[in-house]
């Protein structure tokens, strides 16, 4: 089957630095990415993981290991408006392009 | 460049009735997808076409959901006649080539009285 699992929920402070963990058991692989949605809003591409290591872009970074099934989303210098759920979702190793989704991290950032 | 957009946002039917929903991609963006989120789920996996081609609909969920491309542009997904349980928040997004990022809709929100 396919299974992705994210905490629920996180909290954090504003300029602090927070990590949402992710772990996958796919058939195959093929791609994780992290999108963010805030309520009622589209979700919107952060960024894409394809081999391991650590893909930075501004304040976001997203980490990847295969063998682990894992990955982490890195969120720096929190500002308010970080506060949205933050997507983990997964390429199948197999012919289609579909998307397959963690049930997404709800993250509240405070003053 | 404008982005992918639904319509409507909101439609509220009686189980039974028939509800079509639109979508329209990124100018250009031969792949599209569809996708939906009931309620406390995560989002999954509908359908995905290249241009007016399906090239993937295992995630359709039964006989009572049809989806179109005619012409390779906008996109309808009918559902007919309408049950309690396809309540939910229907995404649509699309990429300009398979292996890119897709770009979502804000969604349409589905509720079936």
């Known amino acids: 089957g396919q299974n992705i699992d994210q905490p629920t929920e996180m909290t954090a402070t504003e300029g602090a630095i927070v990590q949402i963990n992710c772990t996958y058991q796919t058939s195959g692989f093929n791609g994780l990415f992290w999108y963010q949605q805030h309520a009622g809003e589209a979700p919107t591409f952060l960024s894409y993981n394809v081999l391991d290591g650590l893909e930075e872009k501004g304040r976001f970074s997203s980490f990847l290991s295969r063998s682990k099934g894992y990955s982490y989303l890195l969120l720096k210098e929190l500002q308010m408006k970080d506060s949205a759920s933050y997507l983990c979702?997964?390429?199948?190793?197999?012919?289609?392009?579909?998307?397959?989704f963690g049930s997404g991290t709800r993250l509240l950032v405070r003053p | 460049e404008a982005g992918v957009t639904q319509f409507p946002s909101h439609s509220v039917i009686e189980k039974g009735q028939t509800v079509t929903l639109r979508c329209d991609p990124i100018s250009g963006h031969d792949n599209l997808y569809w996708y939906r989120r009931v309620m406390g789920k995560e989002i999954k996996f509908l359908l995905h076409?290249?241009?007016?081609?399906?090239?993937?609909e295992s995630g359709m969920p039964n006989n009572r959901f049809l989806a179109e491309r005619t012409g390779g542009t906008y996109s309808t997904l009918k559902v007919q006649p309408a049950e309690l349980e396809d309540s939910g928040v229907y995404f649509c997004?699309?990429?300009?080539?398979?292996?890119?990022?897709?770009?979502f809709g804000d969604g349409t929100r589905l509720s079936i009285l």
């Open positions: 997004a699309s990429a300009d080539t398979a292996g890119q990022p897709q770009h």
């Open positions: 076409f290249v241009k007016e081609s399906k090239q993937d």
């Open positions: 979702a997964v390429r199948p190793g197999d012919s289609s392009y579909k998307l397959i």
